[in-house]
């Protein structure tokens, strides 16, 4: 692999490091708003909004407050709990809020501890919440218990979707919010019957609320606070909000809005209304070394009032399913790069139908790559060999010239083209995959395809580092190493333009900074670029032609 080869890689792992600290300066974090409850900013500016209407009716300003801060109503409903099961997970719904969850443990996705995924703790506990202003500026948090429709302690959801309904009065008037479970779906139906005081609510408008976001699901807690975001879809745009530790924000959204969603980095919530929310509002602190992020959707109360709860994990087919675009919200790469990098994830799932093991997977998918990209990565090596055959020649010219810059490049570019060769020969083919490179990255650095998959031996998680020990507390990973001798045998095979002090060089250089760029990349990202140089190798020392003369070389390029 000649100099020119060797500083793309090095310019393609530049980028890759660097990108992070680009979109930090041209997107900066919003500044963290100071107000004491940020989760509520979109309901105060509500509030303000039914002040002057009851200013005008001489009311005095601290019986607003009064109104303002008061609760329209509190329940006597006593607390109660029904155990949701399903093929995909088990819940606890409580009656609080008209129906959350205490609990929602997936069933097909392991935690660190080897216990299943919980989705609510502690910090989550209150979603699914209705909260609106009266048109005489009562503040309605509906946050009690309310009356279940049946005192069911079990529901067993199999071949039919179920249903559970809950009750409550305010402002004299009787509220229900229905909740359907279907067989085999992460998405939960909730409906909102708000007929009887849908007139008397200021604006016509209510927020619908989930607090909270989600707590973390895994081992390395700084990768997955890379991934922490909260989101809203509105007119086929998607607006992100991140959060930086010991910050806040909160953001309005006017306008028509498709869906609110959290996620961390391999599960998300999401509230989707059936008819396009009139607003949405996003907030979030920093509590217990994570982001807690509070999503919502101001809604007229003459919609349909009724919304899809999408709770489990970022997996492409299960989110496409929604038809929403909620897939966006996934971490594929940039826009060009998208589109690759599903179709990436899309011959893994395809090839995981057939093959149970990921790791056999990732060693076709390796194959299949290099036959795809055979032509181009046999013409980069015979035109590096063409380079190399040359290089006599351009010695002599640089002697000739060698106090002419100016003749030396135009003789050089001169013999170039009389003999047919491309000095980007080399190159391009290899600049010509960088988008596969790029897209292959984001598939096994961020898709939960991989997440828990094992291979064989010490390697039981394809979607982080294969740690076989740790000494002094350094984990030694083993596939970077192989990964880097592997791309060492390749180097010392390719021809070179290069001196061979400075190519030695080079070829340590390169290989000591792609094992810091890879140490800590899962393990599938290693296996595959390993078992790619190792194809590489064998493509080089039997298929590709060796001694081909340059002028076979020209003869084949001019046809």
């Known amino acids: 692999m000649d100099r020119k080869t060797l500083l793309a890689f090095f310019l393609i792992a530049l980028v890759l490091i660097l990108m992070p600290y680009y979109m930090k300066l041209v997107a900066p974090q919003p500044q963290p708003n100071l107000q004491s409850d940020s989760t509520d900013v979109a309901f105060e500016q509500q509030i303000e909004s039914v002040k ?30 029904i155990d949701i099961e399903t093929e995909l997970y088990s819940a606890q719904l409580s009656n609080k809020n008209g129906g959350s969850f205490v609990s929602f443990i997936l069933k097909n996705y392991r935690a660190t501890d080897t216990t299943s995924v919980q989705l609510v703790d502690n ?54 919010k229905t909740l359907t479970f279907n067989p085999s779906s992460y998405q939960i139906n909730v ?48 607006s992100s909000e991140k959060l930086g530790k010991d910050k806040s924000f909160s953001e309005n959204y006017r ?17 989707i209304p059936d ?18 992020f509070d999503i919502a959707v101001k809604q007229h109360a003459n919609s349909s009032n009724s919304f899809t709860l999408y709770l489990g994990p970022l997996k492409l087919d299960e989110v496409s399913a929604l038809n929403v675009g909620l897939e966006k919200s996934m971490s594929l790469g940039w826009s060009l790069i998208r589109p690759i990098s599903r179709g990436v994830l899309a011959a893994l799932v395809f090839l995981h139908k057939s093959i149970p093991n990921y790791g056999v997977v990732l060693i076709i998918f390796s194959i299949l790559v290099k036959v795809l990209v055979y032509p181009l990565t046999k013409k980069s090596y015979q035109s590096m060999r063409a380079m190399g055959s040359l290089q006599p020649k351009l010695q002599a010219l640089k002697t000739k ?23 980007m020969g080399g190159c391009l083919p290899i600049l010509i995959q960088a988008p596969l490179l790029f897209a292959l990255f984001q598939v096994f650095r961020s898709t939960i395809e991989l997440r828990g998959e094992p291979f064989v031996l010490w390697i039981n998680d394809l979607s982080a580092p294969d740690t076989l020990l740790e000494i002094g507390g350094f984990p030694i990973n083993v596939l ?32 000591i900074f792609m094992i810091f760029i890879f140490y800590r990349l899962p393990s599938g990202l290693n296996l595959y670029y390993t078992l790619f140089n190792v194809l590489t190798i064998l493509q080089q020392k039997y298929i590709t032609p060796h001694d081909q003369p340059v002028a076979q070389a020209v003869d084949s390029k001019k046809k």
């Not at 699901?217 to 990768?223: I, L, M, Q, R």
């Not at 390719?494 to 190519?503: F, H, S």
């Open 52 to 81: 002057a209407p009851i200013e005008s009716k001489g009311i005095e300003p601290a019986t607003i407050r009064n109104y303002t801060n008061s609760i329209a109503t509190k329940s006597n409903y006593s607390a109660h709990i």
């Open 123 to 176: 910090f989550n506990k209150n979603h699914l919440l209705f909260k609106a202003i009266s048109i005489d500026g009562i503040s309605l948090i509906l946050d009690d218990p309310w009356e279940p429709a049946t005192k069911v302690s079990t529901i067993e959801v199999t071949d039919v979707s179920k249903s559970i309904s809950f009750t409550t009065k305010v402002l004299g008037q009787s509220i229900t």
């Open 191 to 238: 409906h909102l019957d708000l007929t009887k005081i849908s007139d008397q609510l200021s604006q016509g408008t209510y927020d619908f609320v989930w607090n909270g976001g989600l707590p973390s699901t895994e081992k390395n807690k700084k990768d997955e606070l890379s991934y922490y975001k909260a989101y809203v879809y509105q007119g086929d745009e998607l």
């Open 255 to 271: 306008g028509l809005t498709n869906w609110v969603a959290m996620r961390n980095k391999y599960f998300i919530t999401a509230l």
């Open 275 to 292: 008819d396009k929310a009139v607003g949405a509002s996003l907030s979030g602190t920093y509590k217990t070394e994570l982001p807690h």
């Open 401 to 423: 010239y060698a106090k002419d810059p100016q003749k030396l490049n135009k003789a050089t570019m001169a013999l170039y083209k009389e003999e047919g060769v491309n000095p």
């Open 480 to 511: 970077p190493l192989l990964m880097a001798a592997s791309m060492f045998i390749q180097q010392k095979m390719m021809p070179t333009a290069a001196g061979p002090g400075q190519n030695k060089s080079m070829m340590y250089f390169m290989n």
